[in-house]
């Protein structure tokens, strides 16, 4: 029991009940809104999830000033690869927040509703 | 020196006291402005409170604290300002014990014009 | 102690994501999502990452608030 | 109710999935080779205080070019799709006003935050932060501007012309990297300075001004598309 | 275009420069003249907020007197506020009271405004012309003249001298 | 000596989240929540600044500034939503 009871679990346990939860909402939720809230909530749980990974027992900010010097850097930060990475993630996940929520507004205007279930042209 | 970071400790811990009260009173009071009263004031007041003391321990830190401080001075209550007009336009319910409510005409008025 | 700190982060979290999931009122859990985005940001400052922790305040949590509000006023407008 | 129970089943799988991944996860207590690599050699070869910003700007540079694109994308499509829209009714719109507190806060603020913002991306390989929070936080800015001054019109060529000219400098900081130095958006091409002073990391400060107009710059015409439309509803 | 406006802006803007990077490298400070001069440009040519603020000893003497009596009101209030709260009866009285402000310039009054809000016991709500609505948790007269007395005694005069 | 003191100030900050959080959940309106949401965003401030000293990093308080002006804008965009001014 003890060996789970470190930051980078407990911080990864969260990420990942975020994630099922935010699926959760995408599959049960009928408002097109909740859908897109269910999106952004499943973007964060996998950004955590990816954080989590990168983190190092013990370790500290990957920026080298005064608290952290050079010669010693490889010791003590995290890995700075999964932080850029998600990096980039979080603002493509902007992008794609506001492109489905252009979508939303595109369908309401058509059939001034926020239910999915009278979207039926496809349904097969 | 021991004694100055103490020092500095015992002003955060008042400010965080003062941020417990303001989660309190947002719990305790009957109505919107009256949260609005205990819940944002109190806990601008411990967030202040705490970052000095911080500085205080680390004085190396005073500068960046200092614009934070500014910045939360500014901007809070503004955003207090904004949501209390709103909600008052809005026409939410005060308590049973508000005494008088003197923009409600001015306010009648320009929704009229 | 960040352990402990961090089994609260994770709480708050969860509270607020299911907030955002089963709230009946849109508006409400608009905001519950961008306050669940604050407090991840304060816990990736818990796992050494201040330029995620940035990024995620400033684009993840605060920029998409208010994006969805744009979208709900003009939903509400073409409403009336 | 068949749909119902089929998700169920998919969700109990990727929870089991999950829980796999869970129990096997340990942590590390060291670096991975590769970051150990970057870990080591980054501040010599980069010059970047900033570990992150040398990774995302000059070992996987290539990435950020394409996210800035993606970016791009998202902004020109969010824009057709709402100017596209054909409006429903021609009525006025009537906003209520600010009050006055709001106004005057808001000169004061907004000439700071555009600072702020230019302080995060200029300082990118020393501190936290870079193109994207900064452009993000000029974005902000111009949100505030919105907020404050619903009326308030911008100037779309100048956002077009800042985004294009962001854009091009970018990639030809890019192509410099490839002709006078060992690849593309390779920083070494420009002296690498003392590590930790505002003008080291070569060209890494320069490809942040760059990323941070052009990212400001996109969101801003996202915001903008979606307050234009508000008058013609 | 008002210089006295740019000028003032450009003092701020480079204070904050100043505070944000905490080193006094030249380069640095090169970027942040340059940075603040260029916003300072853009921003204060529009608009006269802060045009009307002249840096006098008097007036630099003014506002120490103001964050000091600011400091001591913030916390007395907070104190009061926080009995309140405490107490279980909940003693509270609360209204919207109408007052009066003879400040004209904008940033004299919105100071003025967040300094009442930022005070616990009274908020802000709305603000037209020289009329000040405000909440007030504990009504102790609905007049007018005896309410601005009772909530901006301490803080108007002071303000009147900073910004003329 | 000091750390504890400190331990005890985060205790403090916590339980004022806490607080606004119930009421984050309950809050009757809109507006009572986004009043929550305030004072949940100030209190976070200071429990970055608070993870700021621990680590011993100055670097983590530019997180604590975007952080403030995010949430404060936040905060007046809902506002403004509200009173139909957006």
Same mark, same amino acid.
């Given at each position: ?7 980078? %679990? @407990? ?21 097109? @809104?909740?859908?897109?809230?269910? %999106? ?9 999830? @990816? ?24 010791? #003590? ?7 850029a990475l998600v990096l980039t993630s979080i603002v493509i996940g902007l992008g794609v927040t506001a ?12 059939? #001034? ?12 | ?39 944002? +004031? ?50 939410? +319910? ?14 009648n008025k320009t929704r009229e014009e | 102690m960040s352990i402990l700190l961090a089994i609260f982060l994770? /709480?708050?979290?969860?509270? /607020? ?54 979208? /709900? ?8 | ?31 991975? $080779? ?66 006055? &507190? ?8 907004? $000439? ?32 505030? &501007? ?21 854009? &091009? ?35 890494? $400060? ?28 | ?16 420069w100043l505070l944000l990077t905490g080193t006094f490298e030249l380069t640095s400070l090169l970027l ?133 | ?86």
């Amino acid at each position: 029991m003890a060996q789970y009871l470190t930051l980078e %679990f @407990i911080a990864m346990l969260t990420g990942f009940i975020l994630i099922i939860i935010g699926l959760w909402g995408m599959i049960t939720q009928k408002n097109l @809104i909740k859908l897109v809230i269910g %999106f952004s909530l499943f973007d964060t749980g996998l950004n955590i999830v @990816i954080v989590s990974m990168a983190y190092v027992k013990n370790s500290t900010a990957p920026i080298i000033d005064k608290a952290v010097d050079v010669s010693q850097a490889a010791s #003590k930060i995290a890995d700075p690869v999964p932080q850029a990475l998600v990096l980039t993630s979080i603002v493509i996940g902007l992008g794609v927040t506001a492109l489905m929520l252009a979508y939303v507004l595109r369908m309401y205007r058509e059939k #001034k509703s926020l239910d999915i279930n009278s979207y039926t042209d496809l349904r097969w | 020196m021991e004694i100055r970071e103490i020092i500095g400790a015992s002003v955060t811990l008042v400010g965080s006291i003062f941020i417990f009260l303001g989660g309190l009173g947002i719990v305790r009071m009957p109505d919107l402005f009256n949260r609005i009263q205990a819940g944002t +004031k109190a806990s601008t007041l411990g967030t202040i409170l705490s970052l000095i003391g911080l500085g205080i321990i680390n004085p190396a830190w005073i500068w960046k604290l200092l614009v934070i401080v500014f910045f939360v001075l500014i901007t809070n209550p503004v955003s207090s300002n904004v949501i209390s007009r709103a909600a008052h336009f809005r026409g939410t +319910k005060m308590t049973d014990k508000t005494v008088a409510d003197l923009l409600v005409e001015s306010e009648n008025k320009t929704r009229e014009e | 102690m960040s352990i402990l700190l961090a089994i609260f982060l994770g /709480l708050v979290i969860l509270v /607020l994501a299911i907030t955002a999931i089963y709230h009946k009122n849109t508006k409400v859990a608009i905001i519950a999502t961008g306050t669940v985005g604050l407090f991840a940001s304060v816990l990736y400052l818990l796992l050494a990452a201040p330029d995620v922790a940035l990024t995620e305040a400033s684009i993840g949590s605060g920029l998409s608030t208010i994006i969805f509000f744009y979208v /709900l006023n003009k939903i509400r407008q073409s409403n009336d | 109710m068949i749909k119902k129970g089929l998700l169920l089943i998919l969700l109990v799988g990727f929870v089991a999935v999950i829980s796999g991944l869970l129990i096997n996860f340990t942590g590390s207590n060291e670096l991975n $080779p590769l970051a150990s690599y970057y870990a080591e050699k980054g501040p010599t070869e980069v010059g970047a205080a900033n570990l992150v910003t040398a990774v995302v700007i000059t070992y996987r540079g290539f990435d950020t070019l394409g996210e800035v694109t993606i970016l791009f994308i998202a902004a020109a499509i969010v824009g057709f799709f709402l100017k596209t829209m054909n409006a429903d009714t021609n009525r006025p719109l009537r906003l209520r006003k600010t009050s006055e &507190i709001l106004e005057t806060a808001s000169t004061l603020l907004v $000439p700071t935050i555009f600072m702020l913002g230019a302080y995060i991306f200029v300082n990118g390989h020393l501190t936290p932060g870079g193109g994207f929070q900064g452009g993000a936080v000029i974005a902000t800015g111009v949100m505030m &501007i919105i907020l404050a001054r619903p009326a308030s019109q911008f100037n779309h060529k100048l956002i077009s012309v800042l985004e294009s000219i962001s854009g &091009i400098g970018f990639v030809v900081m890019g192509v410099l990297g490839l002709v006078l130095a060992s690849g593309f958006l390779n920083n070494a091409f420009l002296p690498l300075g003392k590590l930790g002073s505002l003008l080291s990391a070569g060209a890494i $400060p320069i490809i942040y001004v760059f990323i941070g107009i052009k990212v400001g710059s996109e969101l801003t015409s996202i915001l903008d598309s979606l307050k234009e439309n508000q008058n013609e509803i | 275009m008002n210089i006295r406006n740019v000028a003032n802006l450009f003092v701020l803007l480079f204070l904050i420069w100043l505070l944000l990077t905490g080193t006094f490298e030249l380069t640095s400070l090169l970027l942040g003249l340059v940075l603040a001069g260029a916003l300072a440009l853009i921003f204060g040519k529009n608009s006269s907020v802060f045009g009307k603020l002249r840096f006098t000893p008097k007036m630099l003497a003014y506002s120490l007197i103001y964050l000091f009596v600011l400091s001591w009101e913030i916390v007395k209030s907070n104190i009061d506020v926080a009995l309140r709260v405490i107490n279980p009866k909940l003693p509270i009285n609360p209204g919207i009271v109408k007052i009066k402000t003879r400040l004209k310039s904008p940033m004299g009054r919105m100071i003025l405004a967040n300094s009442i809000t930022l005070t616990p016991g009274t908020l802000t709500i709305d603000m037209k012309d020289d009329e000040l609505y405000i909440h007030w948790i504990d009504v102790k007269t609905l007049d007018a003249e005896k309410a601005s007395q009772e909530i901006l005694g301490k803080f108007e005069k002071l303000l009147e001298v900073i910004y003329g | 000596m000091v750390n504890t003191i400190l331990f005890v100030a985060g205790v403090f900050m916590a339980l004022g989240i806490l607080l606004a959080l119930f009421r984050f959940i309950k809050g009757p309106d809109i507006t009572d929540r986004t009043i929550a949401f305030d004072v949940m965003t100030i209190a976070s401030i200071t429990v970055i600044a608070l993870i700021a000293h621990f680590a011993g990093r100055i670097i983590y308080l530019d997180v604590a500034l975007v952080y403030g002006l995010l949430s404060f804008l936040s905060v007046v965009a809902i506002g403004r939503y509200i009173e139909r001014g957006l």
